[in-house]
């Protein structure tokens, strides 16, 4: 098992945040786990992306230039990124700020209107979780269970409340195949 | 092995450091290792230690030197255009036989280059970057674990042979997150041996200790620094570090190391699920370098191939290595570009093929010069032009 994630958006999406937890959740299933953000000249409203590499074996290179799954929080990410998708790979689109379709017929792409989603649950801020969940569901490369205790390691001072407010934004975006 | 837990290199190392019984730290803020002084100014405090946000890195790299004098174990971190300033304080803590840790965490350069990752200080790092005839001992970690776990190891080789150590990582090593677990128990700085050389409040009659670099009495340098050349043998006999992954079949040997031997890794996947029979070596210490394993499996292989983010300045040390028994090439990346696995692949084919694809090759680069500069002499002159 080898899955290699770009995960893009806009500054304050929580797009390197989910890279976090995607990356602790699978350290928690007992996989190889790397994260790796970008870090150039970014700013709240620029955009920002991280690498998430989860693997059985050894993670070579924590930089992921083909991605197995891309996730597309914003419009800009997606010409940035749909080329890259491994053949056969995933892309799962935000469309409730990507109003671009992808063009690309060799990948599966799932379009998920994350923020609407999150805004029905409870919060907005929780649209990052919603596409994880699809993640999720979609690839089986890791559980909800695991990404939801992952939360609990990596947003040490969340109230409990929002932890099970961002378990159901996980599940219903899990619900998009 | 205890649980693993998901850590930036960064932070990782900063906590490794403390773990190893560091007790001083001073630095200033440059990215991308500006979380191992945030890390240390709440974490030194918690320790009983010391953090100093310097007005500089060269204050930085004078108050280590204070304090390892003490005998202390010291480091200060900073990145390429920060240490490029620390050299001067280098050679000073060599040249006084001071243990203590200096980490660079590289970005792109030269000048004040990029902030994205880089390998562009090898020859400073493992020549000694002021002056004078000095080494330091360089280690260089490929993973979050390493990078953590390399501190301890830095401190013990310094103190052993009086040698400033260096850490060579980068901005990707820093800021990237892995599992995390330290392979040693916390080491408690008041079991460690007193230094007899350190200075200090002397309560025991000793003879009074100083500590300095320079030697003004005929011949009084000479002798200081051909009795540190015995420690600079020693080391090279003694404290090479390496990893090699199947080297046992091997037609081509790539040397790699730091994040550059991660993609290597990726890359050697792809060439041996295409039948092409490749290999690794990757220094661990690039001072003492590998040089004499490096020179026997260079001897069983039809071709070497470097792979590094720097225009061959590892290459160098490989080429005096192989010294012209097989044939050596490189695949470089700089200007803070990250290697891609699919290129060294192609690199790899290229250098068992003799081919020129993804192989940086200087002379090819002449040619393209050559031609540039013809046509601009037919061109209007730019005032200014990079020509």
Redesign the interface.
Known sequence: MYQGVRISGFGGQGVVSAGVLLAQAGLVDGKAVSWYPSYGPEMRGGTANCSVVMTDTEVATPVVAMPDTAIIMNEPSLPKFEPLVKKGGLLIINTSLVKTKATRTDIKVIYVPCNEIAEKVGSLKAANLVALGTFAGATGAVSIDAIANAMKKVFKRAKPEILELNRKALEEGAKLK | MAE?V?MKGNEALAEGAIRAGCRFFAGYPI??QNEVPEYMSWRQEEVGGAFVQAESEVAAVNMLYGAAATGVRSMTSSSSPGVSLKQEGITYLAGSDLPCLIVNVMRGGPGLGS??GGQADYTQATRGGGNGDYRTIVLAPFSVEELGNFPKKAFELSEKYRIPAMILAD??LG?????MSYNFEPVDPAALCVKPWAIGPNTTGRKRNQVYSYGLAEGELEAMVLKRAERYALVERDEVIYEERNTEDADVLIVAYGISA??S??AM?IARAKGIKVGMIRPITLWPFPAKRIAELASKVKAVLCVEMSLGQMKVDVDLAVNGKTPTYLHAKSGAF?P???EIAVAIESALNGKKEQLFNLADLAEKATNERAEAKNAPCKEGALL
Not at chain 2, 175 to 179: A, D, F, K, R, Y
């Open positions: 693993k998901l990215t991308p902030i994205a901005g990707i800021q990237m997150m892995e599992g991660r993609a890794i990726a996947e990250f891609v696995a699919e």
